[in-house]
């Protein structure tokens, strides 16, 4: 396990270093920067591998600090309990059906996430999601293809960034490679072949792996 989340973070990091490269050449467009915090409000998906990855820096956190993450965790998994009662511990959004996991994360949804700090910064920067490190920026590759073809409001405010050829990036092989090192997970934690498994940040704090194991085993099968 830990030799896979160690190929997970090297893809992490070209990840960070394709951000880097678009803030150096583009200082005067991009706002985005460690400690803005204007995107981390509400919940949002993320894979059993980044779950793991971010419990890896989450356990590495002085135990207080632990404490008190685990418990509003709880806290937020309690209430989208009542929200949906088949949504339960260890929160697999995979075990409801994917009509229902809107309103479990809705848009206008403001809440803070979980690991701000009071001053605005992740407490577990380093190993967040890939999804918080692409925000921000138009995902498109290499090829031109536009995968995601949005950008934060506070970035590029008087132009079209998809213009800029200098921000794209190799992402349909970084998401084939996520995919190959996410069936790799699986198959090393459940022996069977899977394509996803989801959850929320704050399941991935709590998260117990032998249930995780055992809810992705009664999981149905999809082709």
């Known amino acids: 396990m830990n030799t896979l989340l160690d190929r997970y973070g090297a893809l992490l990091n070209e990840v960070d270093g394709w951000f880097q490269r678009c803030l150096e050449q583009h200082p005067d467009l991009i706002s985005c920067r460690n400690g803005c915090s204007e995107c981390c409000r509400g919940l949002f998906d993320i894979t059993l591998l980044d779950a793991f990855y971010l419990k890896r820096g989450f356990d590495m956190l002085p135990e207080s600090d632990k404490s008190e993450l685990a418990r509003t965790g709880t806290r ?27 309103a ?4 206008d949804d403001e809440t803070p996430c979980l690991l701000l700090s009071k001053r605005g910064g992740c407490l577990l920067y380093e190993y967040r999601p890939m999804t918080c490190r ?6 498109i590759d290499v090829c031109g293809e536009e ?13 079209d960034p998809r213009t800029l050829t200098d921000l794209r990036f190799g992402f349909s092989e970084l998401f084939s490679q996520e995919l190959l090192l996410f069936q790799e997970l699986i198959r090393l934690m459940t022996g069977t072949p899977r394509n996803e498994v989801d959850l929320f940040i704050p399941a991935a704090v709590v998260m117990d792996s032998n249930k995780i194991i055992r809810a992705i085993e009664e999981l149905p099968h999809t082709p």
């Open 76 to 102: 937020r998994l309690d209430l989208l309990s009542r929200v949906n009662p088949a949504f339960v511990e260890p929160w697999l959004l995979n075990g409801i059906p994917e009509d229902d996991w809107e």
């Open 104 to 107: 479990l994360m809705p848009e």
């Open 147 to 159: 995968l995601f073809d949005e950008w934060c409001t506070m970035n590029f405010t008087d132009m």
């Open 134 to 139: 692409l925000n921000g920026i138009p995902l």
